[in-house]
């Protein structure tokens, strides 16, 4: 089984920006799908923006379109979440997970196979 592990979360003030990383140890990511979640409290887990598997096109959730941006550095093994302008509804758990499936990838849950355990984003001031 893929372990996924986030890191690069903490708190931003509202306009600030935040990267974060997803590694996976033993396992090259350019293999899979990947995809960013976020769960803020009392909601359920929604999907923010992935890449898809063979030819790492992109597909952006409307509240993550010309704020997030999702690379991958092949050297690194690490997919990265860049949030810029971020606000308070950015607050929550975020995730990343992989998938096996070909084709563009897509937002939801099913979607993906093995999940990391998450890191913290807070936008406050």
């Known amino acids: 089984q893929l372990q996924l592990v986030e890191s690069g979360g903490g708190r931003v003030q509202p306009g600030g920006s935040l990267r974060l990383s997803c590694t996976a140890p033993g396992f090259r990511l350019d293999d899979y799908a990947i995809g960013w979640f976020r769960q803020a409290p009392g909601k359920e887990r929604e999907g923010v923006l992935c890449?898809?598997?063979?030819?790492?096109?992109?597909n952006y959730a409307d509240s993550a379109k010309e704020r997030f941006t999702i690379s991958h550095d092949n050297a690194k093994n690490t997919v990265y979440l860049q949030m810029n302008s971020l606000k308070a509804e950015d607050t929550g758990v975020y995730y990343c997970a992989q998938g096996y499936r070909q084709g563009l990838c897509m937002r939801d849950r099913s979607y993906y196979d093995d999940w990391g355990q998450g890191t913290q984003v807070t936008v406050s001031s």
């Open positions: 890449i898809s598997r063979s030819n790492r096109i992109p």
